[in-house]
């Protein structure tokens, strides 16, 4: 079962009051949870870190979310007359206590030991209790060990075996303070250094790479790669970090391997009290280098952000290039309105459309040589800038991955209005609407699937994901290649979407693109009515 984070915080044991659960927005505190917890939030100096009792990983950066495993029963339990067990020696040559002792103090069972010693509670049906989480289970998670057992012997008195040193106790085992906190990123990362932005709740900027530019007390500037026209976010200090493994990026100002500079690698490692990657050429070598010795790659290959032509031409698009997650060099098409002012963060950020083409289809301009000249087309050179995947699977097969990367690289260039991202395409391109926008649904203003089929096995997901997004469906009745009434049940499920429009026709299938794209500007007004907040 997965529910919520907690984090369970330390408090020294000189303060007042004892170790609780805080939620992991902040919003709510308990003295009990029924989820594993795995993070301690320790207060350091107005600040707080992060230690993770079953890595010991420190780290001044909130921890991603991540849903816990709930375990079999509340973690707040107490010392007291509840535990009326029997102690259970582990051999005769355990060394007793000497004298007659007295017992300990009852203590919450909410005091911190160290993580993963395991106590075994030895009741009729023994089962562990974690001293450092609060956690009980009826076994011991891999790879932990039971090192502590602890009862009461036949006159009532606590004691504690720690079955490592054969050693009893009346005392229970000590306490353990968290580590000591990791060097702050404000003390350590420098302007010049290459980073990972970490903002969950930004869609379009979270996880990107870039460029430390300045840096303000505990304020960091972080400038994107050139083609995404250089910008710049400004974000907390617990935001900035170093690079995923498997981030791609370019090696720069090495001195005495200098060959290696402007080489493409990726990230398999790295070393924070170092600020050091370990990255790894295409040949399969491995280097360790500073922070400041690597660039964000640029993803967009072979553009010419300059090439603005004023008359739409046949076969005028420009051939682009994207870097996918995979290393793979994917190709598209990018046609750039003839009032374009280039991509720095001075220019006017433009609406974007992606065009699916069909099966055996062109990109967006290239339907024919008649349509360049149509009113449609022309109305949409003027007022997009329009991106054409090249489709590299048949009409049966879903769109690659690579298409939603590009679609979610493109949002953060400055010379794109993120909150204006359009998606439509005719026939397979049809079906790649549907399966990316539902892929997407925070990402697109609006999108316009036509003459589309759609996979069945997905429509019950594709309604879910789209059922408030704006939907332009144009369709024939006519249609002999994706037949309407096979298109039916997936706009029934779409019924409640109150910002659903279906355009019907009587052209075939082959005419309904020139109805949809070249002979009116009436659908790309559509799509510039909406816009996302």
């Not at 030895?122 to 450092?132: G, K, V």
């Not at 301009?365 to 699977?393: D, M, N, Y």
């Not at 399966?435 to 089929?453: D, N, Q, R, T």
């Not at 994901?465 to 332009?472: A, D, N, R, T, V």
Request: glycine share 8%; proline share 7%.
């Amino acid at each position: 079962v997965r529910s919520a984070m907690w984090f369970l915080v330390y408090v020294r044991p000189e303060d007042p009051g004892g170790p609780y659960f805080e939620s992991y927005d902040g919003t709510m505190t308990q003295n009990r949870v029924s989820e594993k917890v795995v993070w301690m939030k320790v207060p350091a100096d107005n600040d707080c870190y992060y230690w993770n009792q079953e890595t010991d990983e420190v780290t001044w950066v909130k921890p991603p979310f991540e849903a816990a495993e709930s375990v079999h029963a509340e973690t707040e339990c107490q010392w007291g007359e509840t535990w009326s067990f029997k102690l259970h020696w582990a051999g005769d040559d355990v060394r007793h206590p000497t004298g007659t002792g007295s017992s300990p103090a009852p203590r919450s069972m909410t005091e911190t030991y160290h993580h993963g010693d395991w106590i075994r509670v030895c009741e009729t049906t023994p089962y562990y209790w974690d001293s450092m989480t609060c956690h009980t289970r009826n076994d011991v998670p891999y790879p932990n060990t039971v090192r502590w057992c602890a009862g009461r012997d036949k006159s009532g008195q606590w004691r504690f075996l720690d079955t490592e040193e054969q050693v009893a106790s009346w005392t229970p085992p000590a306490p353990r303070s968290p580590p000591s906190p990791p060097p702050r990123p404000s003390d350590s990362m420098t302007v010049g250094m290459t980073v990972q932005v970490s903002l969950p709740h930004s869609k379009i900027y979270d996880g990107r790479s870039g460029e430390i530019v300045e840096i303000d007390g505990s304020s960091f500037s972080v400038q994107l790669p050139a083609d995404l026209g250089g910008t710049i976010v400004q974000v907390s200090q617990e935001a900035v970090q170093p690079c995923d493994p498997g981030t791609f990026l370019v090696l720069k100002g090495l001195q005495s391997q200098a060959a290696y500079n402007g080489k493409l690698c990726d990230v398999i490692g790295h070393d924070k009290n170092q600020m050091r990657y370990t990255v790894r050429l295409a040949s399969g070598r491995q280097l360790s280098v500073k922070l400041s010795n690597v660039e964000a790659v640029e993803r967009i290959w072979n553009i010419d952000f300059t090439k603005t032509p004023q008359t739409l031409a046949w076969n005028g698009e420009q051939d682009g290039c994207f870097l996918d997650s995979q290393g793979i060099i994917r190709r598209f098409k990018l046609q750039l309105p003839p009032t374009f002012s280039g991509v720095s963060r001075s220019g006017v950020a433009w609406p974007l459309m992606f065009y699916m083409h069909g099966a055996g289809g062109e990109s967006f301009f290239r339907q024919t040589k008649q349509a360049v000249k149509s009113v449609g087309l022309q109305f949409a050179h003027r007022h997009f800038v329009v991106i054409s995947p090249v489709c590299e699977w048949t009409w049966k097969q879903e769109p690659l991955p690579w298409v939603s990367e590009l679609v979610q690289h493109l949002a953060g260039a400055a010379w794109v209005d993120s909150r204006r991202m359009y998606l439509t395409g005719c026939s397979m391109g049809g079906m790649g609407t549907w399966m990316v926008g539902a892929s997407l649904p925070h990402v697109f203003a609006a999108i316009a699937p036509s003459a589309a089929h759609h996979n069945k096995a997905f429509e019950q997901w594709i309604a879910g994901q789209l059922g408030s997004m704006p939907i332009c469906i144009t369709h024939s009745n006519k249609d002999g290649c994706c037949h309407r009434r096979d298109e039916e049940p997936l706009w029934e499920r779409l019924k409640d979407n109150k910002r659903l429009m279906i355009w019907l026709n009587e052209d075939d299938h082959c005419t309904l693109g020139a109805t949809a794209f070249y002979n009116s500007t009436r659908l790309y007004e559509w799509l510039l009515e909406h816009q996302l907040s």
